[in-house]
């Protein structure tokens, strides 16, 4: 007899999208999704209008949602199938913004949070895709934070900048409701223009990003929303990539800018090991982002 596998078992096998950015001549609204073992193929042509700084989180278990951004700042969002079909533009909701954050929370919802401004509003995002309105912000109001889901139900925002190129080590717990936690006084290196993805089914990692150059240290997030010191850089330092689980309990961070925009990957495992660069597909790229989806 063959054995009974729940629908949403890691055995599905989870896969991932980056989408959207600023590549060497404009901005995009190119796609790269990201197969179950995280390899990351060819472009897909733009559906959506090309656009930079925006954030991206899953939602409903199986689906993806890219939002906000600069192209001017707009709080247009495009949809993410469970297929890895990216939808053409939609109204979003709440205050046009770039340089955000957005993970899920509650297991099937998110929440896109923080922003240019900076500012500290966040606004849910309901299991069916759909964006609320502004939820007066709590904490910090920063810019370019991250965030990623941990937990198996919870999130968390973290790092971002408070002033022009000023990074820091704040970070706001989200709760299975989606209730944004007070600031914690955050550990390791202060930086901004990060990026986070969960990996190992409960976990998270902040990686990569700005402390008055560009870094490649990284941050374990325990199951229990604890950020720890720095683990030494591995991989080319750069700011600006984005970040997305995969795979059910691993994780990927791609693209970035170096002295130059750049397609390399470095994969996490499922024990929160970052493995050194790989080559990535498509447009070099940065300030752009990314989920899970399936």
């Known amino acids: 007899?063959?054995?009974?596998?729940?629908?949403?078992?890691?055995?599905?096998?989870?896969?991932?999208?980056?989408?959207?950015?600023s590549s060497a001549i404009e901005y995009t609204g190119i796609t790269n999704l990201v197969s179950a073992t995280g390899v990351v193929a060819?472009?897909?042509?733009?559906v959506g209008t090309g656009r930079t700084n925006l954030a991206a989180c899953e939602f409903g278990g199986d689906q993806g949602i890219f939002g906000y951004g600069k192209?001017?700042?707009?709080?247009?969002?495009?949809?993410?199938?469970?297929?890895?079909?990216?939808?053409?533009?939609?109204?979003?909701?709440?205050?046009?913004?770039?340089?955000?954050?957005?993970?899920?929370?509650?297991?099937?919802?998110?929440?896109?949070?923080?922003?240019?401004?900076?500012?500290?509003?966040?606004?849910?995002?309901?299991?069916?895709?759909?964006v609320a309105s502004d939820v007066s912000g709590v904490g910090t109001?920063?810019?370019?934070?991250?965030?990623?889901?941990?937990?198996?139900?919870?999130?968390?925002?973290?790092?971002?900048s408070p002033l022009h190129s000023v990074g820091s080590t704040i970070t706001n717990l989200v709760s299975n409701g989606g209730v944004v936690a007070s600031d914690v006084s955050g550990v390791g290196t202060a930086v901004r223009e990060s990026a986070a993805c969960s990996y190992g089914e409960d976990k998270g990692i902040f990686g990569f990003g700005d402390d008055g150059s560009a870094t490649a240290v990284s941050n374990l997030v325990s199951n229990a929303g604890v950020v720890q010191s720095d683990t030494a850089a591995v991989g080319t330092a750069r700011y600006a990539p984005a970040a997305t689980q995969y795979g059910a309990d691993t994780g990927i961070?791609?693209?970035?800018?170096?002295?130059?925009?750049?397609?390399?990957?470095?994969?996490?495992?499922?024990?929160?090991?970052?493995?050194?660069?790989?080559?990535?597909?498509?447009?070099?790229?940065?300030?752009?982002?990314a989920c899970s989806w399936g």
């Open 141 to 160: 109001a920063r810019n370019h934070p991250a965030a990623t889901e941990f937990g198996g139900d919870k999130g968390i925002f973290g790092f971002g």
């Open 42 to 46: 060819s472009d897909t042509t733009a």
């Open 1 to 21: 007899m063959f054995p009974i596998i729940p629908a949403n078992s890691a055995a599905g096998g989870k896969k991932g999208i980056f989408g959207f950015g």
């Open 253 to 289: 961070f791609g693209y970035g800018y170096t002295t130059g925009h750049t397609t390399l990957i470095n994969l996490v495992s499922n024990t929160g090991v970052i493995a050194s660069d790989g080559a990535g597909a498509g447009t070099a790229r940065s300030y752009l982002a």
């Open 71 to 130: 192209n001017p700042d707009v709080s247009t969002i495009n949809l993410v199938s469970n297929a890895g079909v990216v939808a053409s533009d939609a109204a979003g909701a709440g205050t046009a913004r770039h340089a955000l954050a957005a993970c899920s929370f509650g297991g099937d919802q998110g929440i896109f949070g923080f922003g240019h401004g900076p500012v500290s509003m966040t606004n849910k995002v309901s299991n069916a895709g759909v």
